[in-house]
């Protein structure tokens, strides 16, 4: 019997791995997708398998989940049991930081995975188990394709001017540059808005990706040319953890006045501030959109003003706004978050339909608003899955 063809996508965080697997005997379509999260402390399993069997949420002993690899080998156990007659041509990775060097997704070969390593002090976080992920998938399907999406390779059409710190010109050349990330979520987004709306998608457009992660990114005609996060993915907007913009100064007062360690200041950065760190209370919006208490609101109040000034200033960059896209956790369910992002937006030409904003809808703009706003969920996985694709039809 021959097996049907299969994109399997992985995207390797911290402590979590998220998978899909797509039906690519003809346009990619998506037959199961979930994840494995607490990865070494108390993992659990969550998956839905469409329409093959019930999804599933279950603890995973330790040994099921001691690290990358086992919970790679313990999902692929449970698609393997739903999905028998799939073959895995290609797995797509997502990858964190493609460099100064890659603007597109690429083959995973052992010269290209050498060189994705260089990279792995840039995204100290994330790159080692982006890598962990391709190589336990390069033993689990030797036969498959295995391929790189990149964070950063949609951003490498900014300007030049929008690629440099002001600082010495041998630290460029070194690769310290303003990356930018969430690129396959504004990859998707630009796709997304070229099929609904070609004329916005031509045009200056700001997308809004708030999620636990955060970030905007300014396009015209579907390229990126500026974007909130820079050399690593902490800069630019508060986000469920991290700090987003802040004065480097700072790190030097934690380190001398504080005695605090390099560690202890990333650890600080990474996962103890952000809405988090505002609030005391959490990192889910959820939670501080219910709580209503003092230190809640702050957070979400600080939250709100990253995101109208940041509007503000990729605004100016594009010369001009024609559209905003939400997406993201956030983006696509907060109503809350919106509104307020667009109260008093009149002067940039942005105007929000309640009612719209309310029940959800793509368009949230009212007809006299001067630029759209639009709500458009995001799909990281696709656009694996999509190149993926492309690129073993290219190698065959
Ligand atoms: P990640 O960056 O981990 O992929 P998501 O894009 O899933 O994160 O976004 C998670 C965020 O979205 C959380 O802060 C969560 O509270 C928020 N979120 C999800 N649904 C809602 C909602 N209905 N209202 C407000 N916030 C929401």
């Not at 001017?161 to 396959?184: Q, S």
Request: charge should be negative; charged fraction near 20%.
């Amino acid at each position: 019997m021959t097996k049907t063809p299969v994109a399997l996508t992985l995207n390797a965080g911290s402590s979590s791995l998220k998978f899909a697997l797509y039906d690519i005997s003809g346009t990619p379509v998506e037959l199961a997708s979930g994840l494995v999260d607490s990865i070494g402390s108390t993992p659990r399993l969550k998956a839905d398998f469409g329409a093959a069997a019930p999804s599933l949420k279950r603890d995973l002993t330790a040994a099921e989940a001691r690290d990358h690899v086992s919970a790679l080998n313990t999902a692929l156990s449970e698609l393997r049991q739903k999905f028998p007659n799939a073959k895995a041509s290609v797995v797509g990775h997502r990858v964190v930081h493609g460099g100064p060097v890659y603007a597109e997704p690429v083959e995973i070969t052992a010269e290209v995975l050498e060189e994705l390593r260089r990279f792995s002090p840039f995204a100290p976080i994330h790159q080692p188990h982006n890598l962990a992920g391709v190589e336990a998938a390069m033993a689990a399907f030797p036969d498959a394709l295995q391929v790189a999406c990149f964070d950063t390779a949609f951003h490498r059409s900014h300007p030049k001017v929008n690629d440099v710190f002001a600082l010495p010109r041998e630290y460029y050349d070194k690769g310290v540059r303003r990356y930018g990330f969430h690129g396959l979520s504004y990859d998707y987004i630009s796709g997304e808005l070229k099929r609904l709306a070609p004329l916005v998608h031509d045009g200056r457009v700001i997308v809004a990706h708030l999620g636990n992660g955060a970030s905007m990114c300014g396009m015209i005609g579907g390229h990126s040319i500026a974007s909130t996060m820079g050399f690593t993915a902490l800069d630019g907007l508060p986000m469920g953890t991290r700090t987003g913009q802040i004065d480097p100064g700072v790190i030097f007062y934690l380190v001398q006045q504080e005695g605090m360690s390099i560690d202890e200041v990333r650890q600080l950065f990474y996962s103890k501030s952000g809405l988090l760190g505002l609030s005391g209370l959490s990192n889910d919006m959820r939670t501080l959109e219910a709580a209503g208490t003092v230190e809640a609101n702050e957070a979400i109040d600080y939250f709100v003003f990253r995101i109208r000034r940041e509007l503000g200033g990729l605004a100016a960059a594009l010369g001009g706004l024609d559209a905003l896209v939400f997406c993201g956790g956030i983006g696509e369910n907060s109503r809350l978050i919106r509104e307020r992002v667009c109260e008093g937006m009149g002067w940039i030409g942005l105007e929000l339909d309640r009612e719209r904003n309310a029940r959800n809808d793509t368009l949230i703009s009212t007809e006299m608003s001067r630029a759209r706003i639009l709500v458009v969920p995001t799909n990281e996985e696709l656009v694996i899955a999509r190149a993926g694709t492309r690129l073993l039809e290219s190698a065959a």
